[in-house]
């Protein structure tokens, strides 16, 4: 059983950066992809980028591309979004997950969840 929780959320201006934590349990968690995901008011939930077992990365989303990282420390349980030069639209509840796969899907799905962090981009 994998536990995931989110930390880091807040409100940030435009042009700002946050890096969001979610710290994974779970005895053999570093054998799986982890994802983070957003889901903005009134839309559906979207994959925005994933970090595999072997750390490699997979973007979901085309507009974070150049501003949004993904990294991962085995020593401290926890996966990492570096977000850069945020944006308004890039408000939302962002969650990270995991589909207990070792390589990144395709498509973006998760079978085990955090509970979410609110970001706020906003002047």
């Known amino acids: 059983q994998l536990q995931l929780v989110e930390s880091g959320g807040g409100l940030v201006q435009p042009g700002g950066s946050l890096r969001l934590s979610c710290r994974v349990s779970?005895?053999?968690?570093?054998?799986?992809?982890i994802g983070w995901f957003r889901q903005a008011p009134g839309k559906e939930r979207e994959g925005v980028l994933c970090s595999s077992s072997s750390g490699g990365s997979t973007y979901y989303e085309d507009s974070v591309k150049g501003r949004f990282t993904i990294s991962r420390n085995s020593a401290e349980n926890s996966v990492y979004l570096q977000m850069n030069n945020l944006k308004p639209e890039d408000t939302a509840v962002y969650y990270c997950g995991t589909d207990l796969r070792a390589d990144c899907s395709s498509t973006p799905y998760a079978v085990y969840w955090g509970q979410g962090a609110q970001v706020t981009v906003s002047s």
């Open positions: 779970g005895h053999t968690w570093y054998y799986y992809a």
